[in-house]
């Protein structure tokens, strides 16, 4: 028996055009049918499955045994398993659901159509829900109204500040030309200033050498004249054979004694030699063995603290200021005096006397250079100029091509079909969770930093926008982030969405170290999303 349904159907399109008494029509179809499909069900004539694959007598439709393999015979009974019940759930949105859940104690369509028969008792909800969406898709068509008109504005923006940084990176090329000549100019000044600098410094340190090495060799002098000195005994003028085997360290055969033989062999075989031989011939070769009485008289150090003797000034730093002095006073005439200064003032403040012991340095190279005199220090002047000038153009030549560079890299990104998402290119967007900050920094990275303070880890750096081909710029990708322990690197997808104002919405973490985020932005507001909620207004 086909069991025919006296619907009552609300056609929205037809509510814009009827006048408000006109609120619905009953169109007579078969229980489950759709008002679209309702030709297929003309009682008059028998039925022809909707697939085609058999015709049968009108009267066997809906009548609770299934006979189309489709299902269709039977729109408004659950005899069939793979059929569908339309509900069309006037004042709300009409919906198919399957067939099984035809009669089976459970409300599924608002409109209680799909309980006609079981007794359940269902209520019509579907003006209430209706309402409820209606309300919803108010205000998401408010919203993408505002989005929109935003988004225009932000289109303008971005046209505007594309002009300006094209304008910008032109003038910039302009700049970078000057300054690149001014560095080969400045360069060709710098090397010619340079040049004469360099000849000057060097002779003023060959000159210093040279004096450093005299005064090396008046030290020596001096030590071969304290040793002659200490070795002439009976201070006749003379270091004899006798008087050099007073010193065993001379030995030479290794017997801890020198004999007449060692001793005339170290006095260069002859029997005595007087001071200036003795410092010309004779000292270089045994100055390596030969032990100052002094020292071999007083071998440790008495009570005095070792720090003392290590730390502040030394032996050697005493005598550079010593020298340091006669420099300042000018000429090397004056040098011969120095030990004898030196000594005198030692005497004279025993408290600057360095303890005995304390061993003798030979680093007369850590002696400060003098002064450059007036026309080389005029030549190092005019050349510290000119490094300085073409340092200054090198730096603001690469300070020039850094921006250029940052513009031309901002020019390259696809902002979208209209620039619209320009604006938050060099802005960052953050949300925070339980645990971490989150930050989206668009079209540069994403990070997440631990509330609790610790480091940033990166959760990827900009790489391409994501969404499916007719709706690229619904998702954004960031890749290459941080690498997971036994995992991936860290990476994240950005699913965009209309709002007024632009913001994370959300983070969430899908599976381990791949991350996702929605984020709202006026640039993602389309005249389809505006139209569609409004569309809906006709329910
Ligand atoms: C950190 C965070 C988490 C991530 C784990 C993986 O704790 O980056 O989001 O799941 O590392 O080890």
Redesign the pocket.
Known sequence: MAVLGSVRVAVGLLLLSLSSAAIGVEVKRPQGVSLSNRHFYDESKPFTCLDGSKTIPFDEVNDDYCDCKDGSDEPGTSACPNGSFHCTNAGHRPRYIPSSRVNDGICDCCDTTDEYNSGALCENTCKEQGRKEKETLQKMAEIAKEGLRLKQQLIEEAKKSREDKQQTLAELQTKKQIWEANVESLKTVKEAAEKPEQEAKEIHKKAWEEVQAARKLEKEKAKAAEAFKELDDDEDGFVSISEIQTHPELDSDGDGLVSEQEAESVLGGVSHIDVSSFQETIWAGIQGKYKSEAVVESPTPPDIPVEEAEDGRKREDWKKEELDEDDDDGGGGEEQDDDGDEEEEEEEDGSEEPPPYFPEKHDEGEEQMPAYDEATQVLIDAAEKARNEFSEAEKSLKEVESLIGNIEKELTIDFGSDGEFAYMFNQCYEMTTNE?VYKLCPFNKVA?KPKQGGSE?SLGIWGSWAGPEHNRFSAMKYEHG?G??Q?PS?STLVKLSCGKETAVLSTS?PS??E?LMEFSTPAFCQEESYREATDHDEL
């Open positions: 971490y997440q880890t941080t997971c322990w995992g860290r973490e381990r170290c991350y």
